[in-house]
């Protein structure tokens, strides 16, 4: 077995999957075609992270003031747009202000230790990385949700229903350690 793992245009999910050149996708909730099946693998609330030393990390909670006055990381793989928070923030007339566009979270995690810059992340990434993190000041920002999907002509392919289990086993591994985490 031979598992790839790349950046795919979402437009072209749907396509993709009927066609057979993806197996899989992994992603945020799609408009998709009935013929693609999906099921809810994670689901995670934003929050505010930043480094320790941050110099809000010692405030229980943010205002929105103080969330507005900070230099932001945002996350996503589009070179413009909007995420949830910013549409959020855009109801209320207002807009952040974004320093630093990456595409992946990881190099952007190192930036965020290394300044007073803030992200607005998962809190489960929050938590994984050891970052100081805050509920988010701002109302009606969705829930992050990660679903995956497959073609309906691959329902009963018995490789592809035995990596799914395993996908979403592994899943339900990562929530229930977490669970397991925040109790002790």
Same mark, same amino acid.
């Given at each position: ?81 909007? +995420? ?5 923030? +855009? ?94």
């Amino acid at each position: 077995m031979t598992i790839e793992s790349f950046l795919s245009k979402r437009r072209e999910t749907t396509k993709e999957l009927a066609a057979g050149r993806l197996d899989f996708a992994v992603d945020a909730p799609l408009n998709t075609d009935p013929q693609v099946r999906h099921v809810k693998l994670l689901e995670d609330r934003y929050v505010c992270g930043m480094r320790k030393a941050h110099p809000l990390a010692n405030k229980a909670t943010l205002t929105l003031d103080d969330y507005m006055s900070q230099a932001h990381i945002h996350i996503s793989s589009r070179r413009s747009g909007l +995420g949830h928070v910013d549409l959020a923030l +855009g109801k209320m007339g207002i807009q952040r202000r974004i320093a630093l566009r990456s595409q992946h979270y990881l190099m952007a995690t190192q930036v965020l230790q290394q300044t007073d810059m803030v992200m607005t992340i998962p809190e489960r990434f929050a938590r994984r990385n050891d970052l100081h993190y805050v509920h988010l000041p701002v109302n009606d920002v969705p829930s992050v949700e990660t679903h995956l999907y497959w073609h309906e002509s691959t329902d009963q392919d018995p490789a592809n229903r035995w990596m799914r289990e395993q996908i979403i086993e592994l899943s339900q591994r990562v929530v229930a350690q977490e669970q397991s985490l925040e109790k002790a």
